[in-house]
């Protein structure tokens, strides 16, 4: 099993905040750079935040400064809080390695819809 197992979504009103996560396979959480992604409707997936193996992150357009990734080595577990969830931040949210995303990790993804 290499797909990695995202969770944490859910419907929240504008100004919310939720905190997503994913976890990975050990044999992909302990060597790679990891990165959450999203796809809204009719759009093409992009990334947003990305994180390495020692702790240094980078983030993509309006994710900066209302979302940060995190990763806790004991539960090989990568997480993104999301604070101040306006609507445009609804989409599937997906993890995968970064900067480049192996096709056979993408999981089921999580859903995010910001709606009043």
């Known amino acids: 099993q290499m797909e990695l197992v995202e969770s944490g979504g859910g419907l929240v009103q504008p100004g919310g905040s939720l905190r997503l996560s994913c976890v990975a396979p050990d044999t992909i959480f302990s060597i790679n750079a990891l990165g959450w992604y999203r796809q809204a409707p009719g759009k093409q997936r992009e990334s947003i935040a990305t994180i390495t193996t020692n702790d240094r992150t980078n983030y993509v357009g309006s994710a900066k400064g209302r979302f940060t990734i995190s990763r806790d080595k004991a539960k090989n577990t990568v997480y993104l809080q999301m604070n101040n969830l306006q609507p445009e931040d609804t989409a599937v949210y997906y993890c995968?390695?970064?900067?480049?995303?192996?096709?056979?990790?993408w999981g089921q993804g999580t859903q995010v819809t910001v709606s009043s």
């Open positions: 995968n390695t970064a900067p480049v995303p192996r096709r056979e990790y």
